[in-house]
């Protein structure tokens, strides 16, 4: 069985700082991927990021970026330049390459103070 | 653009009643799911959907079905509400096995059962 961890319930940054998010996953496959999604308050959850465990690059998308470490299992968002849009809960997931099933952490509260 | 729709914003139903949450996708995915999120725990998959009348249980099931009767709908069923199911519900859609795999997201229905 594959599990997501999020330790940290809620969160706060300073806008225009940069914050990271924590993200740790269990499972003994070796091909996967990995997500990074977004809820912002009462609207609809968009993809944030993706990143494919057979690729040693970090994925970046403008002002987020992630730490993928597949050793230690961790896949952690850096949100650089924090705006008050960035405000939301975020999820991290995972999904085998050959699922279609993701498995969701139970998120990180972030709120971007003026 | 991918649009998920699902039938209700919020809904209030009680004890004991049938309830039926709709959600239809325009992009021709073949992949459809039901997840229920609640504070502290994520999003937790009900049931999913690979293909027309096909279905598989999730992580939660119990008291809850599915139908998927065309490709575009599926509808989440509970046979008999009960306070415990008071909730959010999240539809999502994808593709199957693609390189893809992103996951797009419905609105969310909020379901209070008195």
């Known amino acids: 069985a594959q599990t997501v961890t999020q330790s940290q319930p809620e969160m706060s940054v300073q806008e225009a700082e940069t914050v990271t998010l924590s993200c740790t996953y269990d499972t003994s496959e070796s091909n996967y991927y990995l997500f990074w999604y977004k809820q912002p308050p009462s609207r609809q959850m968009i993809l944030v990021i993706r990143q494919e465990a057979y690729k040693q690059q970090n994925a970046t998308e403008n002002r987020f970026s992630v730490n993928f470490q597949k050793a230690a299992k961790s896949f952690s968002l850096k949100i650089s330049d924090s705006q008050l849009g960035d405000t939301a809960m975020y999820f991290c997931?995972?999904?085998?390459?050959?699922?279609?099933?993701?498995?969701f952490g139970t998120g990180t509260s972030l709120t971007v103070i003026p | 653009d991918v649009k998920v729709t699902q039938s209700s914003r919020y809904l209030v139903k009680r004890t004991g009643e049938k309830v039926f949450l709709e959600c239809v996708q325009d992009m021709d995915h073949e992949n459809m799911f039901w997840y229920r999120q609640d504070p502290g725990l994520g999003l937790r998959l009900i049931y999913f959907?690979?293909?027309?009348?096909?279905?598989e249980k999730g992580d939660i099931p119990e008291g809850y079905s599915v139908s998927r009767e065309k490709k575009e709908r599926f509808s989440l069923i509970l046979e008999s509400a009960s306070t415990n199911q008071t909730s959010m519900y999240l539809c999502?859609?994808?593709?199957?096995?693609?390189?893809?795999?992103?996951?797009?997201f419905g609105p969310g229905t909020r379901l209070t059962v008195t």
């Open positions: 999502a859609s994808s593709l199957f096995q693609t390189r893809i795999h992103e996951q797009y």
């Open positions: 997931a995972f999904m085998k390459r050959d699922g279609n099933q993701f498995y």
């Open positions: 959907s690979y293909d027309v009348k096909m279905k």
